[in-house]
Structures are given as C-alpha cells and as structure tokens.
C-alpha cells in the first residue's frame, strides 16, 4: 500500500567502536523535545539498526513528503543532541553525524486486499 503524502528513506551512520549499550541508553533517554521536533518536522516512523560486526547504523525514516527536516540543523535542540552524540559516533566538525543515503533495492508490501 502506497501513500502518496509519505516516503520512506535510509541511510547509513557509524557508531564508534564499543559504545551499543551507550548509543542505546541515550536514544532509551531521548529528550522529550527532540522527539517533539522531529515529529513535528514531519517523521511519522525513525528506526536505527546496529550491525554489531561492523558498528553501523542504519536508520530508515518514514517522513511526510512536505517536511522540513532540513531546518532542523538550524535549531539548539538538534545541535544540542549531536554535540552529546559526537563522542560515541563517527561525525563531522561540526558533531553531525556522518551519514551515507541508501539506495532502495526492493519492497514488499502488504496488498490493499488485506
């Protein structure tokens, strides 16, 4: 079932190595206003995977098409959170996070029928 107003997308971030109980304890302890800002942005579903072998993230997003997630970088409360992630993830100067878009390969879904 395909919805015309939402996309789903995914990407690659990188944990350092050694920090999964870290990385998990933070985001069990997500700041209440950050979730606020990325739903109100336009998340509707935000899902990271660890891959323990290689400590990689991969994270897929269900988001409205009309968000505006590009204008959170801008906010305190997203530069906040980076700043206090950056020690436990691979970033960029700036603390946010170094992430490789992933290219869809397949999907199944769930027939209207259902």
């Known amino acids: ?14 944990m350092n190595p050694g920090q999964a109980d870290e990385y998990r304890r933070r985001h069990d302890e997500i700041w209440p206003e950050l979730s606020a800002a990325l739903i109100e942005a336009g998340v ?13 993230l991969f994270a897929v997003m269900t988001r409205r098409i009309d ?36 290219q869809p390969m397949f999907y199944l879904g769930v027939p209207d029928r259902f």
């Open 67 to 102: 968000h505006t997630l590009a204008n959170l970088p801008r906010t305190q409360i997203m530069q906040d959170w980076w700043a206090m992630m950056a020690d436990i993830m691979v970033t960029g100067l700036d603390h946010v996070p170094s992430q490789v878009d992933l």
């Open 44 to 56: 509707l579903d935000y899902r990271i995977f660890l891959d323990p072998v290689s400590d990689a």
């Open 1 to 14: 079932m395909s919805n015309p107003g939402i996309e789903t997308i995914a990407f690659r971030m990188t």
